[in-house]
């Protein structure tokens, strides 16, 4: 007689939870907005195995007995209990997803895959009870977070008779959807001046929503604006914040004109970082960066170069790295090159999602390292904390306006000013201060 031998169930369970100033800054500080836990599914999966049986026959006319073996298919039923839905671009590694001391798992340093929402199909390779197996995962990948908040447009004033169009007005993004849709409640009557409350929703694919109020100014006559900031001066600045490990510097472009490198040299400056280019129309280099390059070199300060990116595909990014090093041609830098992207706030124009940024600068950073140069991320405090992803391979200059930055992420450059003030340099400039015992490679 057959028997069938049913291996007892291997019950695995896992949790997972969806994840998600002080001083002036540079422009559009938004908060940040907390994702939503997502909910717990389970899901069965059946492995097949085999079981051996032994069937003992007689003959009357045999002395002896004949023992015959069979082998045949014992189906065994698996039940894997997971969590089913898996925040979108969240890393969750195999092993953490599936544990059980009575699987080895041979796979378990894979990532599930995230980077879609919907249902996803993995392989699974296990050992259970000494047979190996191989089965499909099914899980869901949800997008729980809402729209950030780039620019709320909470200055908005709009001109007696013109158009009001409040897409132009504010800035959004989403950490999936591309082109997140927003709406707003309220009037805004551009015929008649007044103030006009309304309350804005940022809604994206999945249904999740951000919304804000804000008044809209319509005037005869738009505001002037009068610049009544204070002014540091380099050796104010030097007595502030110079001292062991740390060495004081300036960034410059264009708009500070021609600059008496000497004069800045003389007045303590160590190092100055220089924008080499943009990408506003194309890729254009600054009209200055030749003449900054040698005046810097020849005052023996150290240098470095930063590009102003407005870039929105890989495509475009990577040609701006390469542009870089060709124009470099070769120039030793004391730092790596900077990428400089700030189109905040009016990001949605873009049409870019929040991972989609991050993955450029990755790019760039890979385009420029095939060159021979390394990469650095600018970025202000608000953006980040709320936007870039936390950088583990590459260095950060962080920009806060403000006496004692309250930043806790890891930075090698603080831009401290926009409002500087040194010798060999007619206007404002930017105040840096690099610290040394940060690695920049």
Known sequence: MKKQLWLPAAVLVMLLAGCGAQGAEPADAAPVTEATTAAVSTQAVTACTTQTTTETTATATETSATQTTTTEPVRQKITLKTAGAVEVYDTVLLRDYITEPEIRLENKNSRLDTSKTGTVEQSVRFTYQGQSYTQNIRYQVVDTTPPLLLNGGYNTVIETGKPFDLNKCVGFGDNYDKSPRLTYTGQVDTAVPGKYPITATVTDAAGNKTSWDLTVTVADKLPTYTDTASRLSFSDFAEAYGGK?????????????????????????????????????????????????????????????????????????????????????????????????????????????????????????????????????????????????????????????????????????????????????????????????????
């Not at 070199?297 to 790295?321: I, M």
């Not at 060709?326 to 700030?342: A, I, Q």
């Open 245 to 441: 490990n740390k060495r004081l510097g300036i960034d410059v472009s264009k708009w500070q004109g021609k600059i008496n490198f000497e004069a800045v040299r003389d007045a303590g400056c160590q190092f100055v970082i220089m924008r080499i280019g943009h990408g506003r129309n194309g890729m254009e280099m600054d009209e200055y960066y030749r003449s900054n390059m040698a005046g810097a070199k020849s005052a023996g300060l150290d240098v470095g170069v930063y590009f102003y990116s407005t870039a929105n595909t890989e495509k475009a990014v990577r040609q701006e790295a390469r542009w870089i090093a060709e124009n470099l041609k070769g120039e030793k830098l004391d730092f790596p090159v900077v990428f400089d992207w700030e189109s905040f706030s009016n990001f949605q124009k873009y049409g870019m999602s929040i991972h989609d940024l991050n993955m450029l600068f990755e790019a760039f950073a890979d385009e420029l390292q095939k060159q021979g140069y390394s990469a650095m991320l600018y970025g202000s405090k608000n953006y980040l904390q709320n936007f870039w992803y936390p950088q583990k391979k590459y260095p950060v200059w962080l920009a806060h306006y403000t006496d004692q930055t309250d930043y806790l992420g890891d930075y090698a450059i603080w831009q401290m000013s926009c409002r500087g003030r040194i010798p060999g340099i007619a206007g404002d400039v930017d105040l840096d201060i690099q610290y040394m015992d940060v690695h920049l490679e």
